[in-house]
């Protein structure tokens, strides 16, 4: 029996990071004293509002009803994301979630199709997937749990409102024992003999103190980097993106489609994420190229319907903290780095980051070798997809703007380019398996990004052409019928999980 456990554990900062963590936590940990620290009087940045697939493991972790959790956010159903303008004007593609056919005779499905590329074939890659099929007819269902039928292709993720989603999870924390604590954190108190923290003074001289203490507190870092000095390695070399503002408007457009929009502008980028009563909205651009007033002015130009509120401006440095777990500290969410919102991973680097604290967790003696391998996981899956979203930058062909020239013709890392360099020879792909993005993510942007294999994987070719062909034309018709009998995104929601104030454009 452990006769040093840790006994309490202090969170600094609430929002979506922090409520995220206390609600894991108080679920997983039964004897642990878990205690959150927020002030109503500092603004959490509030924009993760789209996610990525494993936010439904997150969600079964709790034990959440997702109907309930979905009419609580105001939530819709992601299916995808589609990407406008990325590669040149007047382009889109989607990346879609789930996989593309199926393999034969263990050769990857897309050498399959590259070869049929290759012979003059024109049919899209999405044809083969269901969630890509289903996003584009603006159709919905849950996934089928019978294998054997195509609806169990089917993944998704959520689009949702993250104040909502913050005080949705405050409820279920605070239901499970976890005490708030209102304030604003104005001292950190270190020990003398290794420099771990003690304790956190709040305005007013109340004292917090804990074995644990976990820093959510955003860009602001008041633990990791205010009192650790943890340090930061900048990436904006390779991510020039800067600052952002977002404005929620009225639904239009569109209307509730079951994808995320990012649409590349002049400056930067443009994202689009409908939620049952109102659509997000958001730029975010290169200070250096643009200014906040005109990437403003751009943004209001650009919305659906009438804005729901004032605009919201961030400033942020892409990159990461040198070691995300100093001593008896971890940092979660913003508070240990930046990437852009992209791909929809800010919530999921979140997630990530408490099921590595779950996985690896501490008694007080604070053992090296767990914290250093919480960094070297921490470090490897961040530059993963670090990497991943430098890809759609790096393989534009616009020649509109400064912004996209200076993209397409920086250096980029090692890791990206041998990946890009294979890819581009035979349409393989070697991931690790701490890549967030699985091989079918990496196929849809690199073909989105215009990088199309030269050729195609030789063992294609031992297999019979007519039966191949036969398979493939098979599967896309039972893609495409599978997808057009789905009700459509709005009607689904409406019975499902709709919230009072579902805002019905159809």
């Not at 040093?4 to 600094?12: D, F, G, Q």
Request: hydrophobic share 40%; with cysteine; proline share 4%.
């Amino acid at each position: 029996m452990n006769d040093n456990p840790i006994r309490k554990v202090l969170i600094v900062g609430g929002g979506t990071a922090g409520w995220m963590t206390a609600a894991a936590l108080s679920k997983v940990l039964k004897t642990v004293q878990i205690t959150l620290i927020e002030s109503d009087a500092i603004a959490t940045v509030g924009v993760g509002e789209a996610t990525i697939p494993p936010i439904n493991t997150f969600n079964q972790l709790l034990g959440l009803d997702e109907a309930d959790f979905m009419r609580q956010t105001r939530a819709s159903f992601k299916l995808a994301i589609e990407f406008v303008d990325w590669t040149r004007l007047g382009h889109r593609y989607l990346h879609p979630f789930g996989g593309f056919g199926l393999d034969i005779e263990a050769i990857k499905f897309h050498q399959f199709w590259l070869k049929a590329q290759s012979q003059g074939s024109t049919q899209p890659i999405d044809d083969f997937n269901l969630s890509a099929t289903a996003a584009r007819l603006g159709r919905f269902m849950l996934p089928s749990k019978d294998p054997g039928q195509v609806l169990s292709s089917l993944k998704y993720a959520f689009h949702f409102d993250a104040g909502l989603y913050a005080r949705y999870l405050r409820r279920f924390a605070e239901g499970l024992g976890v005490v708030r604590r209102e304030g604003k954190v104005v001292d950190v108190t270190l020990r003398g003999e290794d420099g771990f923290i003690d304790s956190v003074t709040l305005e007013g001289g109340h004292v917090e103190t804990a074995d644990l203490f976990i820093d959510c507190s955003g860009f602001r870092a008041l633990l990791i980097e205010g009192a650790l000095k943890t340090g930061y390695e900048d990436w904006g070399h390779w991510l020039p993106n800067d600052r952002a503002v977002a404005m929620p408007c009225e639904t239009g457009g569109d209307g509730l489609t079951p994808f995320t929009r990012a649409t590349a502008d002049s400056a930067g980028w443009r994202w689009r994420i409908p939620l049952q009563h109102r659509t997000g909205n958001g730029y975010v651009y290169s200070s250096r190229h643009i200014s906040d007033e005109d990437a403003l002015a751009r943004l209001r130009a650009t919305l659906d319907g009438p804005a729901r509120a004032e605009p919201n401006f961030i400033r942020f440095q892409a990159g990461r903290r040198n070691q995300m777990w100093v001593k008896n500290c971890v940092a979660i969410g913003l508070a240990s780095g930046f990437l852009e919102p992209l791909e929809s991973t800010s919530i999921h680097l979140i997630q990530a980051g408490i099921t590595k604290l779950l996985a690896l967790f501490p008694d007080r003696g604070f053992d090296p070798v767990e914290t250093a391998e919480y960094n070297r996981l921490s470090i490897l899956q961040t530059e993963l997809i670090r990497d991943f979203i430098i890809l759609h930058f790096k393989a534009n062909e616009r020649t509109d703007s400064d912004y996209w020239r200076a993209a397409r013709e920086m250096e980029i890392p090692e890791s990206l380019q041998r990946k890009i360099d294979l890819f581009a020879a035979r349409g393989r792909l070697f991931q690790s398996d701490y890549d967030l993005f699985a091989e079918p993510s990496w196929v849809a942007v690199l073909l989105g990004q215009n990088i199309r294999p030269r050729n195609y994987d030789p063992l294609v070719d031992t297999l019979d052409e007519q039966v191949v062909r036969g398979q493939l034309e098979r599967l896309s018709a039972l893609v495409r019928r599978t997808a057009e009998a789905l009700p459509t995104h709005e009607a689904f929601i409406a019975r499902y999980c709709a919230a009072p104030d579902f805002e019905k454009t159809a």
